[in-house]
């Protein structure tokens, strides 16, 4: 008996794993093009020191007491 012909798309165990490096490095790539884990850190450090120095503040644009403001 002759074995069938495979097709040269199917998926073999190498091919996987080119597949899976492959899905890592996009995901790598997407990573540091948003920014990476350094932004993150920047981000909190930043809404840390903003947060802190709002206690009195009811919002992001809150007005002194007695003071209308219109938009």
């Known amino acids: 008996m002759?074995?069938?012909k495979q097709?040269?798309?199917?998926?073999?165990?190498g091919r996987v794993l080119i597949l899976v490096l492959g899905?890592?490095?996009?995901l790598i790539a997407i990573s540091?093009?948003?920014g990476g884990i350094d932004a993150y850190q920047?981000?909190?450090q930043a809404?840390?020191?903003a947060t802190s120095g709002a206690e009195g503040q009811v919002?992001?644009?809150a007005a002194p007491e007695g003071e209308v403001t219109t938009p």
């Open 47 to 49: 809404n840390a020191e």
């Open 2 to 4: 002759e074995d069938p």
């Open 59 to 61: 919002g992001p644009n």
């Open 32 to 34: 540091t093009f948003r």
């Open 42 to 44: 920047a981000l909190r």
């Open 23 to 26: 899905a890592v490095i996009v």
């Open 7 to 13: 097709s040269p798309f199917a998926l073999n165990k």
